[in-house]
C-alpha cells in the first residue's frame, strides 16, 4: 500500500508561486500515475493536473494551464506542483492522489491528507 504525504503548502499573497510536494512510503509509486486535486471551501474537489508514471505525459486542466506545472521524480518517490501567478481563487486544500496505470481517477485511487494554500489579496 502506498502512503502520500503532501508537504510545502502555506500563504502566499496573490501574484506569488508555491510549490507543494508528494512524498509516497510503502511502496514505489514509479507505477502510478500521480495527480493532484483540490477542494475550496464549500466547492467540490476538482482535478488539477495528473502526470504518467515515466513522466512523459503530462496535464493540467485547462483553467490552470500557464500558470501550474506537474513533475514526479521517480527514484525520490515525489510528486510535485508548482503554481506561479497565483490568485485568491487557488485558495484550497491541494491533495495528492495516486492510481494504477490502468485505472481512472474514479477508482482505486490513493489520497493524501491533504496541505492548505491561501492565496491572499
Known amino acids: 500500500q502506498v502512503q502520500l504525504v503532501e508537504s510545502g503548502g502555506g500563504m502566499v499573497q496573490a501574484g506569488g508561486s508555491l510549490s507543494v510536494s508528494c512524498a509516497a512510503s510503502?511502496?514505489?509509486?514509479?507505477?502510478?500515475?500521480m495527480g493532484w486535486f483540490r477542494q475550496a471551501p464549500g466547492k467540490e474537489r476538482e482535478f488539477v493536473a495528473d502526470?504518467?508514471?515515466?513522466?512523459?505525459?503530462?496535464y493540467v486542466t485547462n483553467s490552470l494551464q500557464g500558470r501550474f506545472t506537474i513533475s514526479r521524480d521517480n527514484a525520490k518517490n515525489t510528486v510535485y506542483l508548482q503554481m506561479n501567478s497565483l490568485k485568491p481563487d487557488d485558495t484550497a486544500v491541494y491533495y495528492c492522489?495516486?492510481?494504477?496505470?490502468?485505472?481512472?481517477?474514479?477508482?482505486?485511487?490513493?489520497w493524501g491528507q491533504g496541505t492548505q494554500v491561501t492565496v491572499s489579496s
Open positions: 510503502g511502496r514505489t509509486i514509479s507505477r502510478y500515475v
Open positions: 502526470i504518467s508514471w515515466r513522466g512523459g505525459r503530462t
Open positions: 492522489a495516486a492510481r494504477p496505470e490502468d485505472s481512472s481517477w474514479y477508482r482505486n485511487v490513493l
